[in-house]
């Protein structure tokens, strides 16, 4: 089955999280929570978006689950929270936080607040932080970026294969850190740590399927998009995937302009 494809019972709705109200509700009767909401700019600002968005809706989170007697968090990291490390050197699950921008350091606040209440909970509440890769679709992985980042890539499916390893899986774990990259030719992060300890198995390979989309050619562009979900192109980074434009007229025109340069 399509490891992307909605649950039946899936429901959705739009609230502040910096206020701490909305997220008791949010979590109220949960068993597991997959906490994957933040500002997921390295440019963001901190006083104007990841103090609210990244650092309050964070500790809200793990406050509110904690307090409602949910067993697990997962929490949505990111490799900016140990991009401060040498590029040359590959990064492990273990390592301790070095972001290399104050997103990074938002997302290691957020690994150590799942630390911190995982320590005071005398083993009722446990929490998996994952430090996510470049997220990708699996046709949209091409050669136009460097290795570095190609060895960065995780598609959407092993990110749900990550996902679902941490939620469903893992029970002995009470705090983990692991890394949520694809298995590519060359691995940024290294993924022995996290097979270890959640069964994680990414069947991916970034280089492969780059070289794979590379051979069929063909390009994708996207156009009069509703406001609300062209919202969550640039909330969930798919801007980053996919060339959008306003209208049938523009997208057409940009196959001209690529086919100039």
């Given at each position: 089955?399509?490891?992307?494809?909605?649950?039946?019972?899936?429901?959705?709705?739009?609230?502040?999280?910096?206020?701490?109200?909305?997220?008791?509700?949010?979590?109220?009767?949960?068993?597991?929570?997959?906490?994957?909401?933040?500002?997921?700019?390295?440019?963001?600002?901190?006083?104007?978006?990841?103090?609210?968005?990244n650092?309050?809706?964070?500790?809200?989170?793990?406050?509110?689950?904690?307090?409602?007697?949910?067993?697990?968090?997962?929490?949505?990291?990111?490799?900016?929270?140990?991009?401060?490390?040498?590029?040359?050197?590959?990064?492990?699950?273990?390592?301790?936080?070095?972001?290399?921008n104050?997103?990074?350091?938002?997302?290691?606040?957020?690994?150590?607040v799942?630390?911190?209440?995982?320590?005071?909970?005398?083993?009722?509440?446990?929490?998996?932080?994952?430090?996510?890769?470049?997220v990708?679709?699996?046709?949209?992985?091409?050669?136009?970026?460097?290795?570095?980042?190609q060895?960065?890539?995780?598609t959407?499916?092993?990110?749900?294969?990550?996902?679902?390893?941490?939620?469903n899986?893992?029970?002995?774990?009470?705090?983990?850190?692991?890394?949520?990259i694809?298995?590519?030719?060359?691995?940024?992060?290294?993924?022995?740590?996290?097979?270890?300890?959640?069964?994680?198995?990414?069947?991916?390979?970034?280089?492969?399927?780059?070289?794979?989309?590379?051979?069929?050619?063909?390009?994708?562009?996207?156009?009069?998009?509703?406001?609300?979900?062209?919202?969550i192109?640039?909330?969930?980074?798919?801007?980053?995937?996919?060339?959008?434009?306003?209208?049938?007229?523009?997208?057409?025109?940009?196959?001209?302009?690529?086919?100039?340069?």
């Open positions: 089955s399509d490891l992307l494809a909605p649950h039946p019972a899936t429901w959705s709705a739009a609230a502040d999280m910096a206020d701490l109200a909305n997220v008791e509700r949010a979590v109220a009767g949960a068993h597991t929570v997959l906490h994957l909401a933040a500002d997921p700019s390295p440019r963001a600002d901190f006083y104007e978006s990841l103090l609210d968005r650092i309050k809706a964070t500790y809200n989170v793990v406050h509110a689950s904690v307090a409602a007697g949910v067993r697990r968090v997962v929490f949505a990291s990111s490799v900016n929270a140990v991009n401060g490390y040498a590029a040359s050197r590959q990064s492990r699950a273990s390592d301790v936080p070095f972001p290399g104050v997103y990074g350091a938002s997302k290691a606040w957020g690994e150590a799942c630390a911190a209440y995982v320590a005071q909970s005398a083993g009722s509440f446990s929490a998996i932080a994952i430090r996510i890769g470049g990708t679709a699996r046709d949209s992985v091409n050669l136009e970026v460097s290795a570095e980042m060895a960065l890539r995780v959407y499916h092993d990110l749900a294969r990550l996902f679902d390893a941490c939620v899986g893992a029970p002995d774990v009470t705090f983990a850190v692991v890394n949520g694809s298995n590519n030719r060359y691995l940024r992060m290294d993924l022995e740590e996290t097979r270890q300890l959640v069964g994680y198995h990414p069947q991916d390979d970034a280089f492969a399927l780059a070289e794979a989309n590379a051979k069929r050619g063909g390009q994708m562009k996207l156009c009069n998009v509703d406001k609300r979900i062209e919202n192109f640039v909330i969930t980074n798919l801007s980053l995937v996919f060339d959008v434009y306003p209208n049938e007229e523009q997208a057409i025109a940009s196959f001209a302009e690529r086919e100039q340069v």
